[in-house]
């Protein structure tokens, strides 16, 4: 090739195609790959149900979790247990999170007469429930529907609240001293300086905080419900 000539275009193009194919691959070529930590498996949410209060938070907080009780459940013959828990037992679970459980009342003779009583010819039985870290609750039961009433012992706990539960119906168990026509039961919790009073009559048992009349509940002998407070 003479000076001043310039090459023919044909020759140019092996060159220009050689490094065309290299910069391709080059743009195409895996980067090295970064190790990465593989993700801690899941916690599984372990079974509290049947567990104590005492027995199912320390189960939760061995684990880095926390435990909320969310209330009662009727479990006729499981007394102060776990009987509902959420998350459920097996499924995946994270550290921190709050496992919220409900304790049953059992609805079983609490063999302390002050604490629970019936009403003439078993229509309504009552029960003071306690347990671990819930507050103290009169829970009442009408038999023959099931329907169950719950109340704080105390002004500003909120008015009682119902709800049928088939455990509850025809559940008369043996040992509660019976409030007759005209009677009341009275019952005061240590400390708080509340607690409930409950008059029977021939068409109802009515029941409130203490002496606020405006906090009460009424349960028919045969039907009927009200309720009213704050």
Known sequence: MTAGRQPHPRLLFPRFAILTALGIAMAISPSPAVAQEPEPAPLV?????GLTVPEAR???????GELS?????????????????NWKPGWPWSLGDSIQVSVSTGLLPLKRPAME???TGGATYCQVQTSGALDIELVCWHPRTGRIITMPGGTGFGAATHYTHRGAIRHRPAGFRTVGFGASWRFSIEGRGAGWNCYSSRKALTCTVGDERDTFFRLGRVRGFTTGGY
């Open 58 to 64: 320390s189960v939760v907080e061995s684990a880095g």
């Open 69 to 85: 009780t969310a209330g009662w459940v009727v479990r006729p013959g499981l007394r102060d247990r776990v009987a509902v828990q």
């Open 117 to 119: 009583f019936r009403t």
């Open 45 to 49: 949410t372990p079974n509290l149900i």
